[in-house]
């Protein structure tokens, strides 16, 4: 059915085809779509109308077990990559959006698409191109042929769940398009922000070997990923099983949902009521702030970093059933969380290859701190 948004309150709904060009309501504000827009002063600021969250919440256990069945559910698809499907859940419950780097042909892109059916969400894949537009991501105004008016029509960006693969092949103007939607979970056209289903998340993935017709992915728009994860090849057991598992068709055709949008909203804001002690706190903030201060960087990590760890940490400590974060929690987080957010000095690179091993030795300095 063809999706139409309301001139008068920016409500977003669909009609059937049958009845495109007739006076209908508003389902929320109850006007005729095809009345003139009423006029606004020029100073009035648009306001946004924001679904309210659910009222109940899971708690520790409830959340470890939700946990546990995608996971579960996820490794049905993806083989030996326990620790990289459990962070993913940990990100997704978080509220944070993941890059998967590494070589071609790991399951980046087959992990994004088992998270996305596991949790019963709106899901949309943008494949990155060159010549990739941002209207083909956020959408475009068309004229209606029915009724001479200008129509914004959607693009795959209004999904709960976007894939968005080989991100560094799409130029910066179009890796731009992604920056608020990522960032406020909004999208802003012609004076008008619409404001985006929840869950949102974005799943990207980029391959770091061939760099040929490559657009770098910018440190505001890496910083906006709660996460950046790599799979790695795997065992030869495990390829085995692989193989084992497609020979009458792949499991990702019969996959199927084991939990609904409702359910992540009300683990995410669970999340949120994890606590996380004071000692905690200032362990976190003291990671961020020595990775201003090590030599071997010329870029550290910003305050969003601080705020990614105290997520990350409480939504870990979550799925493992527990009511507060410790330490561990936070020592398990902080590579995936900073490494990809940190510039490396050339000089250094002999000694710290990349930004994991910028954060390992920080890590280990703090603890040796400490003790």
Not at 23 to 47: F, N, W, Y
Not at 220 to 228: E, G, I, K, S
């Amino acid at each position: 059915m063809p999706k139409r948004i309301c001139p008068h309150c920016g409500h977003p709904f669909e009609i059937p085809d049958a009845m495109v060009g007739e006076h209908v309501p508003c389902p929320s504000c109850g006007l005729d779509i095809l009345m003139p827009r009423r006029t606004r002063p020029a100073q009035e600021k648009i306001r946004l109308s924001v679904t309210q969250p659910p009222l109940e919440n899971y708690d520790a256990t409830q959340l470890a077990d939700i946990a546990g069945q995608i996971i579960a559910n996820v490794e049905k698809v993806i083989v030996g990559k326990t620790e990289q499907v459990r962070l993913a859940v940990v990100a997704l419950f978080a509220e944070g959006h993941i890059l998967f780097e590494d070589v071609p042909g790991v399951a980046k892109t087959m992990l994004s698409r088992a998270v996305a059916l596991s949790v019963g969400c709106s899901f949309k894949r943008i494949q990155c191109t060159p010549d990739l537009q941002p209207e083909h991501v956020v959408g475009d105004f068309t004229v209606d042929p029915a009724t001479g008016k200008k129509d914004f029509r959607f693009g795959p960006l209004f999904s709960q769940m976007v894939l968005v693969d080989e991100i560094n092949r799409a130029s910066p103007r179009t890796q731009s398009a992604l920056l608020e939607a990522m960032g406020e979970g909004m999208v802003s056209m012609d004076r008008i922000s619409y404001r985006l289903e929840k869950p949102f998340m974005v799943m990207a993935t980029q391959n770091p070997i061939e760099q040929e017709g490559t657009f770098r992915l910018p440190e505001a728009q890496m910083d906006r990923f709660l996460m950046r994860l790599s799979l790695g090849y795997p065992s030869a057991e495990q390829e085995l099983e692989m193989c084992r598992r497609v020979q009458i068709q792949h499991p990702i055709e019969t996959l199927t949902a084991v939990m609904t949008a409702d359910d992540i909203v009300k683990c995410q804001r669970g999340v949120r009521e994890i606590s996380v002690a004071q000692d905690v706190c200032d362990y976190l903030v003291s990671l961020t702030r020595a990775t201003r201060e090590h030599p071997a960087l010329r870029l550290g990590a910003s305050p969003r970093g601080s705020l990614g760890i105290y997520r990350a940490a409480q939504s870990l400590a979550a799925i493992e059933g527990l009511s507060s974060v410790s330490i561990e929690h936070v020592r398990t987080v902080i590579e995936p969380v900073l490494a990809h957010r940190l510039l490396l000095r050339r000089d250094a690179l002999k000694d710290f290859p990349d930004g994991a091993a910028v954060m390992r030795d920080i890590a280990e300095k703090l603890k040796t701190k400490a003790t």
